[in-house]
């Protein structure tokens, strides 16, 4: 190839797959019709919206009609918790979600306090899990909502949410995951995962950026995020983004076809990558479980190192690496994920996320390791901690 870019930023966007690109093109110049309209030309719009809609529940067992289009997973959690908080007051004012949420979730809490409401933030284990019985005993008979991620975007831990879903269930209480980095990349079942309400973005997935999902459980009567005309069942108005609904459609369709061996592929490339890193770099821990994790992912915190700088150095060795959430990157703060597993200041902030996708190569993760073998060792002999520290040894 001659780009000789490396991307392994995978959880922070994708690269659009061609295919999607291609179902995409014809909804800007030739079927850009309003799918409100009336007139025969819109029923081309309005046709690729309902096939769009069909692909987008299938993928997760739900029904056409309980998919809502919004303009990704951050608008998709906001609605979400805020609908049922502000559709269940009445019921009880206590929600419950775990320490290692996405911002657009623990804010989004963190909004609702501020109203009168009551949030308990469950703390995960040294891997990142949430304990399905300490959710179980934090419910309340004032409880409306269990809001915990089906894997988390910065160690790639999948939550065993299923189980999280029958607590629910058997309690009464609705069930909202965040499935943003699930979606498309592990299976996922509405019914089989008791799950009422869960949000999913399009270019986690392959498809555009810009465009997500919530899937709200049919019964349920979601109150509308945005009042205007009757778009999405009068629940989200504004004309529809066709193009990128579209695109979501597709990368849903492609996510379920192609699943499995890309899965299986990804995890094999990424169980290479952790292998060698811990095995060849010293004082390197990954971080988040071996086995229940996502396909594509691994963390990793190095002791001694600032991770800013070791992310500038991958940069110029054209390495596309993250600290963790695109959201704290810049941020001085180390990341709440890493702090609520447990870890010290000094070591969190020696993180690396390398996020793979399906098209990455072992030609690729080798010059990753050897790049990050060099600019760590670079790092540590500038680094007076870790003289002081090799001296004591
Ligand atoms: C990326 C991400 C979001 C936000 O999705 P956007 O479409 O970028 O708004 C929410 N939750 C998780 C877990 C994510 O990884």
Not at 16 to 43: D, K, T, W
Not at 252 to 264: D, I, P, W, Y
Request: with cysteine; proline share 4%; charged share 25%.
């Amino acid at each position: 190839m001659a780009d000789k870019r490396i991307y392994l930023d995978n959880a922070a966007t994708t690269r659009v797959a061609e295919e999607v690109l291609q179902e995409m093109l014809p909804c800007f110049r030739e079927s850009y019709a309003n799918p409100s309209a009336i007139y025969g030309f819109a029923g081309e719009a309005k046709k690729a919206v309902g096939i769009a809609r069909e692909r987008a529940a299938s993928l997760i067992g739900a029904k056409p009609n309980e998919i809502y289009f919004t303009a990704g997973g951050s608008e998709s959690d906001n609605w979400a918790v805020r609908a049922v908080a502000e559709g269940l007051g009445g019921k009880g004012r206590h929600i419950i979600t775990s320490k290692i949420e996405h911002h657009a979730v623990l804010h989004t809490c963190q909004y609702l306090e501020k109203q009168g409401y009551e949030v308990t933030y469950l703390d995960p284990d040294e891997e990142g899990k949430v304990s399905p019985e300490a959710l179980e005993k934090a419910i309340r008979p004032d409880t409306i909502l269990i809001s915990v991620m089906a894997a988390n975007n910065e160690i790639g831990t999948i939550e065993p949410i299923a189980k999280i879903g029958e607590i629910a269930h058997e309690r009464g209480v609705l069930f909202h995951t965040d499935a943003v980095q699930a979606y498309g990349h592990i299976p996922l079942h509405v019914e089989e995962m008791h799950i009422d309400l869960l949000s999913a973005s399009g270019h986690k997935l392959y498809g555009p950026k810009g465009v997500g999902i919530l899937y709200c459980r049919e019964n349920l009567r979601l109150a509308p995020l945005l009042h205007g005309g009757a778009q999405e069942r009068g629940r989200r108005a504004g004309t529809l983004n066709v193009p990128g609904i579209v695109g979501f459609g597709k990368a849903a369709a492609l996510a379920g076809e192609t699943m499995q061996e890309r899965g299986a592929r990804e995890m094999a490339l990424r169980n290479y990558l952790i292998d060698r890193v811990l095995a060849e770099i010293p004082y390197a821990r990954l971080n988040g479980p071996r086995q229940d994790r996502l396909p594509g992912s691994a963390h990793f915190c190095f002791r001694f190192i600032e991770g800013e700088s070791l992310l500038i150095l991958l940069d110029q060795k054209g390495i596309c690496g993250s600290s963790g959430s695109a959201c704290t990157s810049g941020a001085l703060d180390p990341s709440h994920v890493l702090l609520a597993i447990g870890l010290p200041h000094e070591i969190a902030h020696g993180s690396l996320r390398l996020t793979l996708s399906a098209e990455n190569t072992r030609e690729e993760i080798d010059r990753t390791v050897e790049t990050l073998k060099e600019i760590v060792g670079r790092l540590r002999d500038m680094s007076p901690l870790y003289e002081d520290f090799v001296r004591k040894a």
